[in-house]
């Protein structure tokens, strides 16, 4: 089992920034993949980047240039720097881990970007 625990969302203004951590509990189990996905009202859950442990990265094109996610393995823990944030960029975000066989997901973080 591995446990995450997400940080530093609030709200921001239009063009502000925020950065996201999101910590992975230590574990047996190994994790490939972490990433963050938002989740907006009425809407389904999308991706917002990836990291694999070797790191390389996915951007979704609506945050792409914008939000940075980066890793330290060491400490099993992901990080998601935004950027120029939009009013489009308000939703839960989500931490994501993946491992050989199945995955985790975090609690959760709200992001409000007001205009």
């Known amino acids: 089992q591995v446990q995450l625990v997400e940080s530093g969302g609030g709200l921001v203004q239009a063009g502000g920034s925020l950065r996201l951590a999101c910590a992975a509990s230590?574990?047996?189990?190994?994790?490939?993949?972490m990433g963050w996905y938002r989740q907006a009202p009425g809407k389904q859950r999308d991706l917002v980047a990836t990291i694999t442990s070797g790191g390389s990265t996915n951007y979704a094109d609506s945050v792409r240039g914008r939000f940075t996610i980066s890793r330290n393995n060491a400490r099993n823990t992901v990080y998601l720097q935004m950027n120029s944030l939009k009013p489009e960029d308000t939703a839960v975000y989500y931490c994501?881990?993946?491992?050989?066989?199945?995955?985790?997901w975090g609690q959760g973080t709200q992001v409000t970007v007001s205009s």
């Open positions: 230590r574990s047996s189990l190994s994790i490939n993949a």
């Open positions: 994501k881990a993946e491992t050989t066989y199945t995955y985790f």
